[in-house]
Protein backbone atom coordinates (compact mmCIF):
# COMPACT_ATOMS: atom_id res chain seq x y z
CA UNK A 1 0.00 0.00 0.00
CA UNK A 2 3.02 2.34 0.91
CA UNK A 3 4.48 2.18 -2.91
CA UNK A 4 0.88 2.67 -4.51
CA UNK A 5 0.42 6.10 -2.43
CA UNK A 6 4.09 7.39 -3.69
CA UNK A 7 2.07 7.03 -7.39
CA UNK A 8 -0.49 9.13 -6.51
CA UNK A 9 -0.26 12.67 -7.09
CA UNK A 10 0.98 15.13 -3.75
CA UNK A 11 -2.11 17.12 -3.51
CA UNK A 12 -4.50 13.88 -3.47
CA UNK A 13 -1.93 12.25 -1.24
CA UNK A 14 -2.16 15.83 1.50
CA UNK A 15 -6.10 14.87 1.12
CA UNK A 16 -5.81 11.30 1.62
CA UNK A 17 -4.25 11.52 4.65
CA UNK A 18 -6.91 13.93 6.78
CA UNK A 19 -9.56 11.84 5.39
CA UNK A 20 -7.41 9.15 7.16
CA UNK A 21 -6.73 10.95 10.45
CA UNK A 22 -10.09 11.91 10.49
CA UNK A 23 -11.22 8.20 10.47
CA UNK A 24 -9.40 7.88 12.83
CA UNK A 25 -10.65 10.32 15.23
CA UNK A 26 -13.52 9.37 15.01
CA UNK A 27 -13.44 5.68 15.53
CA UNK A 28 -14.76 5.47 19.54
CA UNK A 29 -11.86 4.40 21.60
CA UNK A 30 -12.84 1.19 24.25
CA UNK A 31 -13.25 2.51 27.76
CA UNK A 32 -10.74 1.28 30.20
CA UNK A 33 -12.91 0.89 33.03
CA UNK A 34 -15.47 -2.01 32.64
CA UNK A 35 -18.47 -1.38 34.72
CA UNK A 36 -20.64 -4.59 36.28
CA UNK A 37 -23.07 -4.95 38.40
CA UNK A 38 -24.77 -8.62 40.16
CA UNK A 39 -27.27 -9.35 40.09
CA UNK A 40 -27.55 -8.03 36.26
CA UNK A 41 -31.25 -7.69 36.94
CA UNK A 42 -33.08 -6.74 40.15
CA UNK A 43 -36.65 -6.74 41.73
CA UNK A 44 -37.79 -4.87 44.52
CA UNK A 45 -41.32 -4.17 46.36
CA UNK A 46 -42.30 -1.24 47.92
CA UNK A 47 -42.13 -2.41 51.80
CA UNK A 48 -39.71 -1.12 54.15
CA UNK A 49 -38.40 -4.31 55.46
CA UNK A 50 -38.03 -6.04 52.04
CA UNK A 51 -35.38 -3.71 50.11
CA UNK A 52 -33.37 -4.67 47.18
CA UNK A 53 -29.87 -4.45 46.16
CA UNK A 54 -26.55 -4.28 44.04
CA UNK A 55 -23.21 -4.98 43.64
CA UNK A 56 -21.25 -2.85 41.50
CA UNK A 57 -17.97 -3.04 40.55
CA UNK A 58 -15.39 -1.38 38.34
CA UNK A 59 -12.23 -2.52 36.65
CA UNK A 60 -9.73 -0.69 34.96
CA UNK A 61 -8.38 -2.40 32.12
CA UNK A 62 -6.17 0.31 31.72
CA UNK A 63 -1.90 0.76 31.25
CA UNK A 64 -1.88 2.29 34.83
CA UNK A 65 -3.81 2.71 37.85
CA UNK A 66 -6.37 5.54 38.21
CA UNK A 67 -8.82 6.98 40.23
CA UNK A 68 -12.20 6.77 39.09
CA UNK A 69 -15.76 7.64 39.47
CA UNK A 70 -18.81 5.88 39.29
CA UNK A 71 -22.42 7.54 38.71
CA UNK A 72 -25.42 6.17 39.40
CA UNK A 73 -28.64 7.08 38.44
CA UNK A 74 -32.46 6.08 38.74
CA UNK A 75 -35.74 7.72 37.85
CA UNK A 76 -38.71 7.65 40.22
CA UNK A 77 -39.54 5.77 42.09
CA UNK A 78 -36.59 3.93 42.36
CA UNK A 79 -34.33 5.32 45.40
CA UNK A 80 -30.32 4.56 45.73
CA UNK A 81 -28.39 5.03 48.71
CA UNK A 82 -25.48 6.08 47.24
CA UNK A 83 -25.40 7.81 44.10
CA UNK A 84 -21.72 8.20 43.64
CA UNK A 85 -18.76 5.36 43.79
CA UNK A 86 -15.14 6.52 43.80
CA UNK A 87 -12.31 4.74 44.35
CA UNK A 88 -8.53 4.13 43.33
CA UNK A 89 -8.12 1.35 40.74
CA UNK A 90 -5.06 -0.67 40.28
CA UNK A 91 -4.70 -2.27 36.65
CA UNK A 92 -6.91 -5.39 36.64
CA UNK A 93 -8.00 -5.44 39.93
CA UNK A 94 -12.11 -4.81 40.48
CA UNK A 95 -13.41 -3.29 43.30
CA UNK A 96 -16.89 -3.15 44.15
CA UNK A 97 -19.71 -1.77 46.36
CA UNK A 98 -23.51 -2.98 47.51
CA UNK A 99 -26.14 -0.56 46.17
CA UNK A 100 -29.32 -0.27 48.28
CA UNK A 101 -32.67 0.10 45.81
CA UNK A 102 -35.91 0.98 47.46
CA UNK A 103 -39.14 2.08 46.53
CA UNK A 104 -42.30 3.42 48.57
CA UNK A 105 -45.52 1.69 49.48
CA UNK A 106 -47.38 3.58 46.83
CA UNK A 107 -44.77 2.67 43.79
CA UNK A 108 -46.36 1.67 40.26
CA UNK A 109 -45.30 -1.92 39.64
CA UNK A 110 -43.54 -1.74 36.06
CA UNK A 111 -39.88 -1.86 34.36
CA UNK A 112 -37.67 0.70 35.26
CA UNK A 113 -33.84 0.91 35.03
CA UNK A 114 -30.84 1.54 37.02
CA UNK A 115 -27.88 3.71 34.84
CA UNK A 116 -24.17 3.74 35.67
CA UNK A 117 -21.82 5.90 34.25
CA UNK A 118 -18.10 6.09 34.57
CA UNK A 119 -15.70 7.61 31.55
CA UNK A 120 -16.76 6.30 28.35
CA UNK A 121 -18.53 3.54 29.77
CA UNK A 122 -22.28 2.80 30.86
CA UNK A 123 -24.50 -0.31 32.02
CA UNK A 124 -27.80 -0.30 32.56
CA UNK A 125 -29.41 -2.45 34.97
CA UNK A 126 -33.03 -3.20 34.80
CA UNK A 127 -35.09 -2.97 37.58
CA UNK A 128 -38.46 -4.67 37.94
CA UNK A 129 -40.89 -2.82 40.69
CA UNK A 130 -43.33 -5.87 42.08
CA UNK A 131 -46.99 -5.33 43.06
CA UNK A 132 -47.40 -5.31 47.30
CA UNK A 133 -47.92 -8.98 48.90
CA UNK A 134 -51.42 -9.55 48.93
CA UNK A 135 -52.29 -9.15 53.42
CA UNK A 136 -55.21 -10.80 53.65
CA UNK A 137 -56.69 -13.42 55.59
CA UNK A 138 -54.07 -16.44 55.86
CA UNK A 139 -51.45 -14.37 55.16
CA UNK A 140 -48.55 -12.76 56.76
CA UNK A 141 -49.43 -9.38 57.91
CA UNK A 142 -45.84 -8.84 59.28
CA UNK A 143 -43.71 -9.71 55.86
CA UNK A 144 -41.74 -6.83 54.49
CA UNK A 145 -42.68 -4.48 57.34
CA UNK A 146 -40.57 -2.22 59.22
CA UNK A 147 -38.86 -3.84 62.27
CA UNK A 148 -37.55 -1.98 65.67
CA UNK A 149 -35.35 -4.25 67.41
CA UNK A 150 -34.02 -3.11 71.20
CA UNK A 151 -30.40 -3.58 69.43
CA UNK A 152 -29.11 -5.74 66.96
CA UNK A 153 -25.53 -7.75 66.33
CA UNK A 154 -23.52 -5.85 63.97
CA UNK A 155 -23.74 -8.59 62.00
CA UNK A 156 -27.50 -8.80 61.53
CA UNK A 157 -30.13 -6.73 59.74
CA UNK A 158 -32.82 -5.73 62.03
CA UNK A 159 -35.36 -6.57 58.94
CA UNK A 160 -33.57 -10.23 59.39
CA UNK A 161 -36.81 -11.66 60.70
CA UNK A 162 -39.83 -9.83 58.34
CA UNK A 163 -37.92 -11.34 54.92
CA UNK A 164 -39.99 -14.61 54.53
CA UNK A 165 -36.98 -16.88 55.14
CA UNK A 166 -37.69 -19.24 58.04
CA UNK A 167 -35.02 -21.73 57.47
CA UNK A 168 -33.04 -21.88 60.36
CA UNK A 169 -30.38 -23.27 58.30
CA UNK A 170 -30.05 -19.57 56.62
CA UNK A 171 -28.83 -18.19 60.03
CA UNK A 172 -26.21 -15.41 60.22
CA UNK A 173 -25.60 -15.25 56.59
CA UNK A 174 -28.63 -14.48 55.01
CA UNK A 175 -31.77 -13.72 57.41
CA UNK A 176 -32.46 -13.52 61.19
CA UNK A 177 -32.23 -11.33 64.05
CA UNK A 178 -29.98 -11.20 67.13
CA UNK A 179 -30.36 -8.96 69.59
CA UNK A 180 -26.87 -7.05 70.65
CA UNK A 181 -26.39 -7.13 74.50
CA UNK A 182 -25.11 -10.72 75.79
CA UNK A 183 -26.52 -11.50 78.45
CA UNK A 184 -29.15 -8.62 79.38
CA UNK A 185 -32.68 -9.13 78.93
CA UNK A 186 -35.56 -8.59 78.13
CA UNK A 187 -34.57 -7.84 74.65
CA UNK A 188 -37.40 -6.74 72.19
CA UNK A 189 -38.33 -7.24 68.87
CA UNK A 190 -41.06 -4.68 67.31
CA UNK A 191 -42.97 -4.89 63.57
CA UNK A 192 -45.02 -1.93 62.62
CA UNK A 193 -47.96 -2.59 60.43
CA UNK A 194 -49.39 0.20 58.18
CA UNK A 195 -52.72 -0.13 59.38
CA UNK A 196 -54.86 -1.59 61.86
CA UNK A 197 -55.77 -5.56 61.01
CA UNK A 198 -56.93 -7.99 63.30
CA UNK A 199 -54.40 -10.23 64.72
CA UNK A 200 -55.26 -13.30 66.24
CA UNK A 201 -52.23 -15.92 65.75
CA UNK A 202 -48.59 -14.99 66.00
CA UNK A 203 -45.89 -17.92 64.82
CA UNK A 204 -42.34 -17.22 66.55
CA UNK A 205 -39.60 -18.90 64.69
CA UNK A 206 -36.60 -19.03 66.92
CA UNK A 207 -33.36 -20.56 65.97
CA UNK A 208 -33.19 -23.91 65.25
CA UNK A 209 -31.23 -26.34 62.86
CA UNK A 210 -28.97 -28.86 63.21
CA UNK A 211 -25.92 -26.98 64.04
CA UNK A 212 -27.64 -24.59 66.84
CA UNK A 213 -30.85 -26.39 67.75
CA UNK A 214 -33.32 -24.55 69.62
CA UNK A 215 -32.81 -26.81 72.96
CA UNK A 216 -29.55 -24.51 73.39
CA UNK A 217 -29.91 -21.81 71.24
CA UNK A 218 -33.71 -21.22 71.24
CA UNK A 219 -35.35 -18.32 72.85
CA UNK A 220 -36.96 -20.32 75.77
CA UNK A 221 -39.34 -17.45 78.01
CA UNK A 222 -41.25 -14.53 75.32
CA UNK A 223 -44.15 -12.18 75.84
CA UNK A 224 -45.98 -11.81 72.55
CA UNK A 225 -47.63 -8.32 72.87
CA UNK A 226 -50.19 -5.97 70.54
CA UNK A 227 -49.75 -2.79 69.89
CA UNK A 228 -53.55 -1.95 70.89
CA UNK A 229 -54.95 1.72 71.00
CA UNK A 230 -51.05 2.90 71.72
CA UNK A 231 -50.51 0.81 73.95
CA UNK A 232 -48.48 -3.25 74.19
CA UNK A 233 -50.56 -5.68 75.60
CA UNK A 234 -49.48 -9.30 76.25
CA UNK A 235 -51.22 -11.55 74.32
CA UNK A 236 -49.55 -14.58 75.14
CA UNK A 237 -46.95 -16.09 76.97
CA UNK A 238 -44.58 -18.74 76.25
CA UNK A 239 -42.40 -20.17 79.07
CA UNK A 240 -39.70 -22.86 79.22
CA UNK A 241 -39.88 -23.47 75.06
CA UNK A 242 -36.91 -25.54 73.62
CA UNK A 243 -39.51 -25.58 69.96
CA UNK A 244 -37.88 -23.94 66.86
CA UNK A 245 -41.56 -22.63 65.95
CA UNK A 246 -43.77 -21.75 68.47
CA UNK A 247 -47.60 -20.94 67.88
CA UNK A 248 -49.24 -18.44 69.84
CA UNK A 249 -53.04 -18.10 69.26
CA UNK A 250 -55.83 -15.91 71.33
CA UNK A 251 -58.75 -14.07 70.88
CA UNK A 252 -58.24 -11.38 68.05
CA UNK A 253 -57.33 -7.95 68.46
CA UNK A 254 -57.49 -4.69 66.18
CA UNK A 255 -54.00 -4.16 66.37
CA UNK A 256 -51.39 -1.85 64.30
CA UNK A 257 -47.87 -3.89 65.55
CA UNK A 258 -46.85 -6.88 67.17
CA UNK A 259 -43.72 -7.14 69.48
CA UNK A 260 -42.24 -10.14 71.29
CA UNK A 261 -40.16 -9.45 74.42
CA UNK A 262 -37.50 -11.89 74.97
CA UNK A 263 -37.08 -12.58 78.44
CA UNK A 264 -34.26 -15.51 78.05
CA UNK A 265 -32.74 -17.89 75.74
CA UNK A 266 -31.67 -21.55 76.44
CA UNK A 267 -28.21 -20.10 75.78
CA UNK A 268 -28.78 -17.01 78.34
CA UNK A 269 -26.89 -15.38 75.77
CA UNK A 270 -28.94 -13.73 73.37
CA UNK A 271 -32.50 -13.46 71.59
CA UNK A 272 -32.40 -15.23 68.05
CA UNK A 273 -35.59 -14.75 65.77
CA UNK A 274 -35.33 -16.56 62.18
CA UNK A 275 -39.01 -15.08 61.62
CA UNK A 276 -41.71 -13.69 63.18
CA UNK A 277 -45.23 -13.84 61.70
CA UNK A 278 -49.04 -12.81 62.47
CA UNK A 279 -51.77 -13.80 60.97
CA UNK A 280 -55.76 -12.37 61.40
CA UNK A 281 -56.78 -16.33 61.23
Known amino acids: MQRRHLAVAAGAAVVLGVALASAAQSTPATPALQLTATPAQIQVVGLPCLPSALTVGMTNNGKGPVYADMELSAPRPLSLDRRVFSS ?3 VGQPVSVRVG ?3 PRSARPGHYTVDLFSDRAHL ?8 LPPKGPGDNLLLGEQATPSSTNGSFSPCGAVD ?6 HWSTTTGWNDGTKSAFPDTYAVT ?3 AAAVSRVVTDTLDSTKYP ?6 RDFDIQAHIAGAWTTVASVRGNTSGAVTSTFPAVQADGVRVVALD ?9 VELEAFSS
Open 164 to 169: GDANGD
Open 214 to 219: AAKYGL
Open 101 to 103: VTV
Open 193 to 195: LPA
Open 88 to 90: WLP
Open 124 to 131: PVPVDVLP
Open 265 to 273: SNDHAYSRI
